[in-house]
């Protein structure tokens, strides 16, 4: 049995093969024999869904068979997930995006490591207070010496940015001035030139949680 040890960025985690670290990547068998490692180059590698053993490799001798397998796996899924959800309907969607936003506020793992390192839990560096004061979003404050570029020039103001126009719709086609973050990022990418200048980057991370952030800058949306 094997658990997710890391997740790039693809999102496709239904596949017959799976990388195994220290194993490479393992795929079924015609014959239904023990599941055999494939080669893959290092790139290909690198986009793989990454798995590590909960236990020690069975013998060839201890292998289930694919009925055994296929039972397993029925038991174990929660069949309840496959009925509509009536309980949460009622929760507004955006509580979503302002628990993420609370969560960045509150954990930030710091840990100078690399991936598949090898740490205990005393090496891990946290990055937050374990409290809501929104560290998150407004930093250490303008005195501050790291965390004053967050701020305007009269040392109490945080600074705001300017929303892109979008043609085509006479509602979004308008630059508003304090409804977005500040970006002041450089580079070829659109993504690089538009890196906002906030405390957390991982509050800009979607739209609704940047939204989140810009209102909290800027609260009386002026």
């Known amino acids: ?45 690198l986009r793989r869904f990454r798995f590590s053993r909960l236990g020690p490799k069975a013998e060839e001798s201890q292998q289930l068979d694919r009925a055994t397998r296929q039972a397993l796996a029925e038991a174990m899924t929660d069949r309840a997930q496959t009925q509509p959800n009536t309980k949460d309907r009622t929760v507004p969607a955006g509580f979503t995006y302002l628990g993420q936003f609370v969560d960045h506020d509150l954990t930030l793992d710091a840990t ?34 790291f965390d004053r570029r967050f701020h305007q020039d009269d040392g109490i103001r945080l600074k ?16 508003l001035a304090g409804f977005d973050l500040p970006r002041v990022g450089v580079g070829s990418l659109i993504s690089e030139r538009r890196r906002a200048l906030i405390p957390d980057p991982r509050d800009d991370e979607n739209l609704a949680v940047a939204q989140i952030q810009a209102r909290l800058l800027n609260p009386v949306g002026v």
């Not at 892109?164 to 308008?174: F, K, L, M, Q, S």
């Open 1 to 45: 049995m094997f658990r997710p040890t890391h997740e790039p960025q693809s999102k496709r985690h239904v596949r017959s093969s799976y990388f195994v670290v220290g194993e490479g990547a393992l795929a079924d068998t015609a014959d239904d024999g023990p599941a055999e490692p494939a080669p893959l180059s290092d790139v290909a590698a």
């Open 112 to 145: 100078a490591a690399h991936l598949e390192d090898d740490i205990t839990v005393g090496q891990l560096l946290q990055g937050r207070s374990p409290a809501l004061d929104l560290g998150s979003p407004y930093g250490l404050g303008p005195n501050h010496p």
């Open 160 to 175: 705001t940015g300017t929303t892109a126009p979008v043609p085509g719709d006479d509602r979004t086609n308008r630059a």
